[in-house]
């Protein structure tokens, strides 16, 4: 009976054992996938904030750049003169002039261009073609078209009726007549992009504030095209945001730009809003250049229109090295385009003695949208109050407004802690994705922690009750699934029924399973159930000569074979003198009485 009830209460264990492992593991699986899908959840809803993906540093980099870059609008005020066939020479516009682009004596035209801030104070880097445009073919074909209305007027008026403007302007072309271009004067003016004053109402430039445009006032130094293409100058902006110079020496081929600008084949419309909307290409370093005179270019591919040039091309950490110049058409759907390199610009900056760091809107924007993307504790607190600072300081700078209304909302849940809040959350756990696949591994590990400790427990179990899975087999005769403890040995010797007197204790077919082992033969099985040999390691059987020597042993027998059987605590019925379980081979629970032999 106390075996029955070891037996039982093992296996009682035993359940309540596996019910714990089974609601652990069920427990981890379901919170991992329950973190899991709220982070990337909450990812989802990320995606869609002003910025972007401004946890990357080199998104958040051209994020803070933006700002900073301007467009560039420089008009060009020329005549056009023109040798009539007669010999007559004539200036145009006059006076009866209808041509919308006549601007009193002259013809005006624009040239579109772009430029970054490179201080506070209103200095700016650009490309010295986007303020000086080049007096070659393209731009008299330009003035041509601009006069050919006014020019076929006048010939009409002098005996050439039914020329017309087509007329002139192939005329032109071809030499039959035969005309000129002189400049005058050229007048450039700043823009404010939308990523610094935000929507515009104007719905033409004549309506745009003040705050928006300023006039160059002045050209502090420039390089022509032919050479280094490059010029620094100045408008009265005050207290503007800007970009650091970068090493151009530092870029390499395969090196993946930035650029930042105002294509001119994005301009659908001609609202300022569309008009001062930047837009933003990659692109990629092909090759390092160096011209006849020495000069150092970067050899980029990538998207970069008319319009772009002057803008910056940002490295990875959103400082400029290079500055857009010219391309070549190829003719083809490629062209090939070259920057100039910002050491140029650089050794300019330190000869004119320009001071270039970061003024207080500047650092004021960075840092808020430093905090905006972090994942401190508190971030979306300290950024609605930076953002805050800026909109009572600036209140033309409208770049926060998308992400002022997004922190506000954020804040407004947010829990800020009392203590610690300016403890970074580590790298690893930056990304909610990756926090995710965090989170899916530890559980994972927790999960293997609980089976490994369920493992041993129940290992500590069976050596403590010793469970057998199968009644009535007969012990391992080839030696221990689990071998006793040194100097415990005598407390597990096979147990052999006592002989009867008169009778011969007779080998049998088992006596050798012990020998590889050094162990003594063993005694014949006693029932038909010890000659299941489970796990038994082959043994070569040796014939037994047909003697009374060689027949077994009478054993004496239990009165009942059921009644003789009794329940071991691991649940598997044995023989009381059994040594070990007839399935597993674990130990009886129990030492048996040593055999006792008769002397033939």
């Known amino acids: 009976m106390n075996q029955e009830k070891i037996a039982q209460n093992a296996s009682s264990s035993l359940y309540r054992m596996n019910r714990i492992v089974v609601l652990g593991m069920t427990f981890t699986v379901l919170l991992a996938l329950l973190l899991s899908n709220t982070f990337i959840t909450a990812t989802a809803k990320a995606e869609g904030r002003p910025g972007g993906n401004v946890e990357d540093p ?75 445009p080049p007096k070659d073919d393209s731009l008299a074909l330009y003035f041509y078209q601009v006069a050919a209305p006014d020019i076929a007027l006048y010939l009409n008026e002098h005996g050439e009726k039914g020329t017309t403007a087509e007329d002139v302007e192939n005329q032109l072309k071809s030499g039959q007549l035969r005309g000129a271009i002189d400049i005058t004067k050229t007048e450039s003016v700043v823009f404010l992009s939308t990523d610094y004053t935000g929507p515009l109402d104007a719905s033409s430039f004549r309506e745009l504030p003040d705050f928006v445009q300023k006039p160059v006032d002045k050209v502090y130094k420039e390089s022509s095209i032919e050479d280094k293409d490059m010029a620094i100058i100045h408008a009265a902006f005050t207290d503007t945001p800007h970009i650091q110079l970068g090493d151009s020496s530092s870029v390499q081929q395969q090196d993946n730009l930035t650029i930042i600008g105002f294509p001119g084949n994005g301009d659908v419309s001609d609202t300022p809003t569309n008009m001062l909307t930047s837009s933003v290409n990659k692109i990629t370093v092909s090759s390092i250049k160096t011209t006849n005179n020495g000069t150092r270019l970067i050899q980029v591919g990538g998207n970069v229109e008319h319009g772009d040039s002057g803008g910056p091309a940002l490295d990875s950490k959103g400082t400029v090295v290079g500055i857009v110049s010219f391309g070549l058409d190829s003719g083809g759907r490629g062209n090939t385009s070259f920057l100039q390199t910002s050491n140029y610009a650089r050794e300019w900056v330190e000869q004119l003695g320009l001071d270039t760091k970061p003024g207080s809107l500047q650092k004021l924007w960075s840092d808020a949208m430093n905090a905006y993307a972090s994942n401190e504790a508190g971030h979306w607190h300290k950024a609605l109050d930076l953002f805050n600072q800026i909109e009572k300081k600036y209140p033309d700078f409208k770049a926060i407004k998308s992400y002022q209304d997004y922190t506000e909302k954020q804040a407004a849940t947010e829990k800020v802690p009392t203590t ?57 005769s080839t030696g221990f699934v689990n071998a006793p403890p040194q100097g415990q040995y005598n407390q597990f010797q096979r147990y052999a029924p006592v002989p009867q007197p008169g009778q011969q204790q007779a080998p049998s077919q088992f006596d050798n399973s012990m020998y590889a082992f050094g162990a003594p033969p063993s005694p014949a099985p006693s029932s038909i159930a010890d000659e299941v040999t489970v796990r038994r390691a082959p043994v070569p059987q040796q014939s037994q000569p047909n003697s009374p020597m060689a027949q077994p042993v009478p054993k004496q027998q239990p009165a009942s074979s059921s009644a003789g059987l009794s329940v071991w605590p691991c649940g598997h019925s044995n023989r009381p003198e059994a040594r070990f379980c007839g399935v597993c081979g674990e130990p009886a629970p129990h030492t048996p009485p040593p055999p006792h032999h008769v002397e033939q």
């Not at 467009?71 to 023109?82: E, K």
């Not at 919308?100 to 013809?107: D, F, I, R, T």
């Open 58 to 132: 080199e998104v958040r980099a051209v994020v803070i750049a933006k700002p900073a870059v301007v467009r560039i609008a420089t008009t060009i005020f020329a005549t056009v003169t023109v040798r009539m066939k007669s010999g007559e020479t004539v200036k145009f516009p006059q006076g009866s002039s209808t041509s919308e682009n006549a601007v009193g004596s002259n013809y005006a035209g624009s040239a579109l261009g772009s430029g970054t801030f490179i201080s506070s104070q209103g200095d700016i880097l650009t490309a010295d073609h986007v303020i000086n």
């Open 420 to 476: 610690n809040q300016n403890q970074p959350v580590p790298a690893l756990l930056s990304s909610p994705i990756t926090l995710a696949i965090t989170i899916a591994v530890i559980a994972f590990v927790a999960l293997l922690c609980i089976v490994l400790a369920y493992l041993v427990i129940r290992s500590g179990n069976r050596r403590k009750v010793q469970p057998a899975p199968f009644a009535g087999g007969a012990p391992y």
